[in-house]
């Protein structure tokens, strides 16, 4: 049965394509391969009310108290009993106060025998010597005495990837027996190939990539006997994840066939770093096929669920950076057949000569709010760095941060490196045709002396087979463009807490804390794909790198960097996987609920910034993909008819893919954010007041007026109208949430920061926004799957706080039945209600 599934799985995805509804055959498409999972933390959790964390014991501080003194205490307690020499924690370095809240989001790392427990995380949100809330996913048993591995049966990927091929099996049977009670292959919702693969791509992409090699080679890294039980080779274990990791045939046949030779070949070194007071090494493996960088390993102890509890298992934890994957994996050091989790850094969405004084430059392109090139023409915009965000502007950076310069400069007073060319501290903007990893000496236009980056942009129709010749004649606009929307991007979110501290991509700091040396590497025209884009995402003090696409979609062909929603989507990868979890881990955000709202706050915060004072509904990557309702099963829309999401969607077919997750967590903010806007009005931009000269950001129309507490200084700025509370409140609860969060946790997170900023003014309001999607206080979920399986139960109820009030908006009907379950209903976009219910009788 497995052997038959394989192989009709691979036709499947060959056959499919991220975009099966564009009817545009010749599309070179692909969907990139990507893993993703890991293993479910049943006692993980996420506390955010005062009397969840009173109940613990825990008394607050005096409110000058040192926070990371009140966390560590905390931990401390929480850990009771259990705190022992061999079982104990340290207080990441990438732990910050966040300059508008005053809260300090502090995060920590358990430590057993010395080892750093991968996925044993707290994160611990303080302020005035009270602790606001808390995550904690730490290993809640005993340090284990010795590394033999007890479990031997237990094989995380290999149970994952039997509960999935059971779900695709299951969905085919179902989907056969509905086309069976069909008369013909066409069908009102489209023809049969377009729904098999709407309904069953997504899954079977997911099999396919994370369980191609689950069971072929792993006898190959079998230990010795002999010595089983001590901790194997870790470059072994590499070699096992490389055979299920790489895309490419060839390589995997390459390293089949030549094993021990790949083996042998790897070269290793070694460098040590502190964890606390333990020496933990390093090793960065070399000539690793299929990797474009030396490969860093350590040994870690990861979490594998055992029942209600979690048994701990010792990892080769391995950084692997490849084309156009960057993964963080664990493999059993022990048994390095025994892949337990991995994390891919990287996100799709289906989708110098010097001046001689500076001068702001000038750029021909759609003005920020100006989505796509349907929505408005270019003008020339200046260079709007905002003076808190960008200090020295978009084109400056010290010449020691300077990757081009390597660090020297050109004599010993020149500090700063001034360019011409879509090169500076925030962002590297450049072409990157050939698709390949080195982007340094890549193409970048040169606006000279003026600063005038004002190029053509004139797409003609030609033959099919010159589109692609005709897009890169307009390279010189499209590198403009994107540099501008990723700096204007970068300067907003900076403006909403995304600072250096809290791990933003910058080369140099200004001294401001946070690791530097990581600017947004953007490459324009990516040559190894089309009509999608992509994000990859390290830790701080790694540059990330966006990759836009061309869109094969119409002729001539649609550039994905001249549509902001898509650009602004990827960025927003890089905001929120480094606000989860805080700045130094990037593994928080990897797969099923967590890494779905990954893709939604993207989608969430591109329809923010583009929608206007008037109410209108918005699609996603509409211009690009050259389809009105743009790539996602629905446009964004309050009204139900138009996208019938709710929480419970997430169980139906199809869902199983973060971008599916993650258009119902869009779809649920965005209706959260129309509530604020109704309370407390619209404004129509963004971007809050200039600072003053002295560094003091003034109210301006922007925030409520500044209150000061009665020492005199200043409490939280407020954000005063709907859709930049929203946006605050977003960012806030990225900060306070945990890793790994589920749509509860997140939920809750977005609630509480409306506590610290407001005071709990806007409690209903929110949880009435959630409630109408089905996210109230009792919703639930059973049976959770790393993939974000599980049967979920709506809840459009309000706290009962909020029943008491007199809210003046339209109450769900008591005793609402939910949407029956069947495997057509969320197939095809556009199809209205009305039909799918027939449909839906008929297929019962
Ligand atoms: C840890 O385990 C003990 C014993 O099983 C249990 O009583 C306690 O509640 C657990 N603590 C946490 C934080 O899960
Ligand atoms: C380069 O930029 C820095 C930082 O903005 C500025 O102080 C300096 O004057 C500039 N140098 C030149 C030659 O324009
Ligand atoms: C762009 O400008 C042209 C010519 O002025 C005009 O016809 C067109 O409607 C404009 N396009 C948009 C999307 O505003
Ligand atoms: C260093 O370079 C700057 C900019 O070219 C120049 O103005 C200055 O005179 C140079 N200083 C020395 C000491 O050479
Ligand atoms: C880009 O602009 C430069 C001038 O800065 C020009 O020489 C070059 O031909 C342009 N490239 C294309 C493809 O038009
Ligand atoms: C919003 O609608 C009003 C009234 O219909 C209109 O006057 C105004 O121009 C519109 N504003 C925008 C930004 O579209
Ligand atoms: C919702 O959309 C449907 C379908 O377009 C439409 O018939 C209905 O009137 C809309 N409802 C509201 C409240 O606008
Ligand atoms: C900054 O300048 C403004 C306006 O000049 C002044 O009102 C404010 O008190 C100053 N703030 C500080 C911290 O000096």
């Known amino acids: 049965m497995r052997g038959l599934l394989t192989v009709s799985l691979v036709a499947a995805g060959l056959a499919g394509s991220a975009f099966a509804h564009i009817h545009d055959s010749d599309a070179p498409i692909r969907r990139r391969k990507s893993l993703g999972f890991g293993p479910i933390h049943p006692h993980a959790v996420f506390r955010s009310s005062p009397y969840q964390i009173q109940t613990n014991g825990f008394l607050p501080f005096s409110a000058a108290s040192n926070p990371v003194e009140v966390a560590r205490q905390f931990v401390e307690d929480r850990m009771a009993g259990r705190l022992t020499r061999d079982n104990t924690f340290i207080i990441r370095k990438d732990s910050y106060t966040d300059k508008n809240t ?133 470059k072994k274990a590499l070699l096992q994840f490389m055979i299920a990791a790489t895309p490419n045939d060839r390589v995997l046949q390459d390293i089949l066939a030549r094993y021990d030779h790949h083996l042998s070949n790897m070269v290793s070194s070694f460098e040590t770093h502190l964890v606390g007071d333990h020496s933990v090494m390093v090793e960065h493996i070399d000539k690793v096929p299929d990797t474009v960088n030396p490969v860093k390993a350590k040994l870690v102890y990861v979490q594998v669920p055992k029942g209600d509890k979690t048994i701990l298992n010792l990892v080769w934890k391995f950084e692997v950076e490849m084309q156009d994957n960057w993964y963080e994996a664990s493999v059993s050091a022990i048994a390095p057949h025994r892949i337990i989790s991995v994390v891919d850094w990287a996100s799709d969405s289906p989708l110098p000569k010097q001046p001689e004084t500076k001068v702001p430059a000038t750029y021909n392109v759609f003005a920020w709010g100006i989505n796509d090139p349907a929505e408005g023409n270019r003008t020339l915009q200046k260079e709007y760095y905002d003076a808190l965000a960008s200090p020295v502007g978009w084109h400056s950076l010290p010449y020691a941060n300077d990757p081009q310069s390597h660090g020297l400069r050109r004599n010993k007073t020149d500090f700063w490196r001034n360019t011409s060319t879509t090169f500076g501290n925030n962002v590297f903007a450049h072409e990157d045709w050939e698709g390949q990893n080195s982007w340094l000496d890549n193409y970048r236009p040169n606006a000279g002396k003026d600063m005038i980056f004002d190029y053509k942009y004139k797409p003609k129709v030609t033959d099919d087979s010159d589109a692609l010749d005709e897009a890169k004649k307009y390279i010189n606009a499209t590198v403009t463009q994107l540099f501008y929307t990723s700096n204007m991007v970068h300067d907003l979110y900076y403006r909403y807490g995304f600072d250096e501290v809290s791990g933003n991509f910058q080369q140099y700091n200004f001294g401001r804390g946070g690791e530097e040396n990581d600017a947004v590497i953007a490459n324009a025209q990516d040559g190894s794909g089309y009509n999608n884009a992509n994000f990859m995402t390290p830790p701080d003090g790694q540059n990330g790198r966006c990759r836009m696409y061309l869109w094969s979609t119409a002729n001539p062909y649609r550039d994905g960097d001249l549509e902001a929603g898509i650009v602004i989507h990827e960025l927003s990868h890089g905001l929120s996987t480094r606000l989860t979890g805080g700045p130094a881990n990037s593994g928080c955000l990897g797969w099923g609920e967590s890494g779905g709202m990954g893709e939604g706050w993207g989608d969430f915060l591109a329809t923010m910034i583009r929608s206007t004072r008037n109410y209108s509904d918005y699609p996603m990557g509409a211009w690009a993909a050259n389809k009105e309702t743009g790539i996602r099963n629905f446009i964004y829309s309050l009204n139900e008819t138009i996208n019938p999401s709710t929480y419970k969607t997430l ?106 900023l407001t005071g709990g003014e806007n409690f209903c309001d929110l949880w009435k926004g959630f409630s109408e999607r089905g996210l109230g206080p009792d919703a639930r979920v059973e049976g959770r799957t790393p993939w974000g399986g599980g049967i979920r139960t709506n809840d459009y109820t309000v706290p009962l706080a909020c029943k008491e009030q007199k809210i003046p908006e339209t109450p769900k009907e008591p005793g609402k039945p939910e949407e029956p379950e069947d495997v057509v209903f969320y197939v095809e976009p556009g199809v209205t209600k009305t039909s799918c219910k027939n449909r839906r009788t008929k297929a019962a």
């Open 102 to 234: 005053g809260v300090t989001h502090v995060y920590i790392r358990q430590v057993v025998n010395g080892i750093e427990v991968a996925d044993g995380d707290m994160n611990i949100n303080v302020k005035d010597g009270v602790v606001l809330s808390y995550g904690d996913s730490f290993y809640n048993g005993t340090a284990p005495i010795s590394h033999v591995d007890d479990n031997d049966d237990e094989h995380p990927h290999a149970t994952f990837c039997s509960q999935l091929e059971s779900e695709v099996l299951d969905r085919r049977d179902s989907l056969s027996e509905f086309f069976a009670s069909q008369s013909g292959e066409q069908t009102i919702l489209g023809s049969s190939a377009d729904i098999k693969e709407t309904i069953m791509g997504p899954i079977e992409h997911l099999y396919l990539s994370n369980c191609a090699h689950v069971n072929k080679p792993y006898q190959l890294a079998k230990e010795d006997p002999s010595v089983a039980g001590s901790i194997g080779d870790s």
């Open 651 to 756: 169980d139906k077919p199809g869902y199983w893919g973060v971008h599916a997750i993650g258009e119902v967590w869009a779809e649920i903010l965005w209706i959260v954010s129309q509530h604020l806007i109704n309370k407390h009005g619209y404004i129509d931009t963004l971007f809050p007041p200039a600072s003053l000269e002295n560094g003091t950001v003034p109210e301006g129309d922007f925030y409520r007026p500044a209150e000061y507490t009665s020492t005199g200084q200043r409490k939280p700025l407020i954000p005063k109208h709907g859709n930049s509370l929203i946006v605050q409140l977003v960012l806030n609860g990225m900060k306070l949430q945990q890793c790994r969060p589920s749509f509860f946790d997140a939920r809750d997170a977005i609630i509480q920061a409306d506590q610290i």
